[in-house]
């Protein structure tokens, strides 16, 4: 979901089933997920929300469109778990809460296969709505293990956001309003990725010109 959101990580795990509206179709930013030390949380857990933005007014909510298929993940994700309004969209697994038979999503390319041995939510006292999945947990159990199975080279959770921005831009929008949707405070930041695209151009024109030059291609004009 994050490759279709550009989401950062407290973004993304601060989201309530309640964040979502107009049948999916946006996700509205109001708090940020903290992990700190515990004595600094008083709730027993490493975890705090933030009330988001954390500067300015309200007003300035974020609020995001979501594609057909992030709608599609969040539906799943819904259904499957038993969300309610109050519940975190992302949690801890509950090993010993009873395991449940779900569907792994498709996108309608092809018929769902069900999976055996999911986990239910894991929720606290604390946090009845689900105990937010930590860093940690989701970098070793769920981020590494995927990469692994996909045979790609390791890289971090953030290049999801990373590419987002990317096809944005070779998309064809413009700096300011990318800027805006993905809570950049520097134009500068934005910036970094154009040039990144500009170097990948750059080189795929190099490439171009040492296959003419192997092949003895001679310029016309």
Known sequence: MDVETGL????????????LSLNYQVA????????????????????????????????NLKMVSLS?????????????????ADDLLLSM?????????????TFGKQPNQVLPDRWTVLRKAA??????ISRTYFREQVWRRGIERAGLPYLKFHALRAS?????????????AVMELVGHIRFA???RYTKAMED?????????????????FKRRF
């Open 28 to 59: 509205t930013v109001n708090r940020v997920l903290l992990e700190l030390p515990i004595s600094q949380t008083a709730n027993g857990t490493p975890y705090l929300f933030k009330d988001y933005p954390k500067e300015g007014p309200r007003a």
């Open 200 to 216: 990948a151009g750059r080189r795929a024109v190099e490439a171009l010109e040492a296959i003419k030059r192997r092949h003895g």
């Open 127 to 132: 946090w009845p709505g689900g105990l937010p």
């Open 68 to 84: 057909d298929d992030a709608r599609a993940c969040v539906s799943h994700v819904i259904a499957t778990r038993g969300l309610t």
């Open 189 to 191: 930041t934005t910036r």
């Open 164 to 176: 987002h921005i990317s096809w944005l831009l070779a998309g064809g929008a413009d700096l300011p």
């Open 93 to 105: 697994p509950n090993k010993a809460g009873g395991m449940c038979q779900v569907e792994r999503p």
């Open 8 to 19: 950062r990580w407290g973004d993304l795990t601060g989201l309530k089933v309640s964040d």
